[in-house]
């Protein structure tokens, strides 16, 4: 066996810089759409909270704006009598249903909220794994150093 072909076959499994480049760029594109997947599972995980608490908002805010429509009835209703003396039953009425109205939107707006709050939109999971790829990194290319 010549030399030359010992020297060629020991530097066999060295790798040429195109293919040095391709690995990388197929490492790359890995990794990148394995964070993409995390941050897409992680936001429509998001998502599906937001679209639960919604309703309950919405809901809460038609309510409460009913109320505000039977409140502006019984001012109505109170200016009107202060001209025209009526029973006091109807502004009664008004305010029991008023009262009714604004606890029951009330209570809807703010379980809506508190559902809101306690789901942050921030992908918390995603930013944790980010972190841990950049530690990994430096620590990487500190032991090639």
Do not use: C
Request: a positive charge; proline letters at 4%; hydrophobic letters at 55%.
């Amino acid at each position: 066996m010549s030399s030359g072909q010992t020297f060629h076959n020991a530097n066999a499994h060295v790798k040429s810089v195109p293919e040095i480049i391709a690995d990388l760029k197929a490492e790359l594109q890995d990794f990148l759409g394995t964070r993409i997947a995390i941050i897409r599972a992680e936001l429509a995980e998001n998502l599906r909270s937001v679209k639960i608490a919604m309703p309950l908002v919405a809901v809460g805010l038609a309510v409460a704006w009913t109320a505000w429509l039977v409140f502006t009835a019984l001012l109505v209703m109170i200016i009107g009598w202060a001209f025209q003396p009526k029973p006091w039953a109807y502004p009664l009425a008004l305010l029991i249903v008023t009262l009714l109205y604004v606890i029951v939107g009330g209570a809807m707006v703010s379980t809506g909220w508190q559902r809101l709050k306690t789901r942050s939109l921030k992908p918390e999971r995603t930013i944790r794994v980010l972190q841990q790829d950049k530690i990994w990194i430096q620590e990487e290319s500190r032991a090639q150093l």
